[in-house]
């Protein structure tokens, strides 16, 4: 299978890019941070400077599915400057949907909980989105323009961690840990974390099918950024009195955020018998 990156210098698609390479041709782009291997092949990437130079060699390149894990994910920023988040998080994936339906490549686009608003938690793929902010705004807006084509994919993901603690939630917690500081974390914000590991080999199952439309995929625990640092203490052999609850309207942040964005999983597990391990279990394997 050929596949086409965008955004293989991000978080989850460095990881991607690693476990994809060994068994599929891949190429990249990435924005600041080039990835020297071998084994696939990259460009420099920023839009819309460069967008001209990447349709070029999509169309050179024609592969057999893009992957955009381009956006922007920062939620202060997306409130305060809308036109270029609306740019990235929108117009861009206009271009590559109109790309890609011209060179009859599927696209998997990476969206987000955050499109919804949190008013009840357990999301299917058919739930009604509604989100609170400006980022989960421009991700439905974004998701309606990827599911106009047919053959495309919409990946919903939530709270992404992985265990080398190369940034997320569980390295901000542990290194406040080590130091001996106390941990503030939200009691009454809910996600559905997932391994960075099961997350990739979700994506390049559906990748390799015939499937298209919406898969949610995350973890089976719906849980508290509150009880997620607990878990880490507790496993990890901190003291659990250093994890402090706050609730996100004591926050000086006025920006929404859904309060119980858990997502249901039973989709891409019945149709990919995909299985999601537990957190504590995952804990035990960091060194």
Do not use: W
């Not at 596949?3 to 782009?29: D, H, P, Q, R, Y």
């Not at 202060?76 to 949907?97: G, M, P, Q, R, S």
């Not at 840990?177 to 974390?185: G, I, P, Q």
């Not at 625990?221 to 609850?245: N, T, W, Y």
């Amino acid at each position: 299978m050929k596949l086409f990156i965008l955004g293989g210098s991000s978080f989850i698609g460095n990881e991607f890019v690693k476990k994809a390479s060994f068994s599929n041709e891949v190429f990249i782009t990435y924005h600041r941070h080039s990835l020297i291997k071998e084994n696939f092949s990259s460009i420099q990437f920023s839009f819309p400077e460069n967008f001209e130079l990447l349709k070029k060699t999509i169309i050179s390149e024609k592969p057999d599915v893009i992957i955009n894990f381009i956006a922007n994910t920062n939620l202060d920023y997306c409130e305060n400057f809308k036109e270029n988040v609306y740019e990235l998080n929108v117009i861009f994936t206009e271009k590559i949907c109109k790309l890609c339906n011209e060179i009859n490549s599927k696209l998997i686009h990476i969206s987000s909980d955050y499109v919804f608003d949190g008013k009840n938690g357990d999301y299917h793929e058919n739930d009604q989105t509604n989100p609170v902010n400006y980022y989960g705004y421009t991700k439905q807006l974004s998701e309606e323009i990827v599911l106009s084509y047919s053959k495309n994919v919409v990946i919903r993901t939530s709270s992404v961690y992985d265990l080398k603690l190369k940034m997320n939630f569980l390295k901000f917690v542990l290194e406040k840990l080590n130091k001996n500081e106390k941990v503030f974390a939200f009691d009454d914000v809910f996600t559905t974390p997932v391994l960075i590991d099961e997350l990739i080999e979700s994506i390049l199952k559906v990748a390799a099918s015939e499937k298209s439309g919406i898969f949610h995929i995350s973890g089976d625990e719906c849980i508290s950024r509150f009880e997620f640092a607990q878990i880490i203490a507790k496993k990890l052999g901190f003291s659990d009195e250093l994890i402090i609850p706050t609730h996100v309207q004591d926050v000086e942040s006025k920006i929404l955020r859904p309060l119980n964005s858990c997502l249901s999983n039973k989709k891409i597990k019945e149709l990919f018998n995909m299985k999601f391990s537990k957190l504590d279990q995952n804990l035990e394997k960091i060194n």
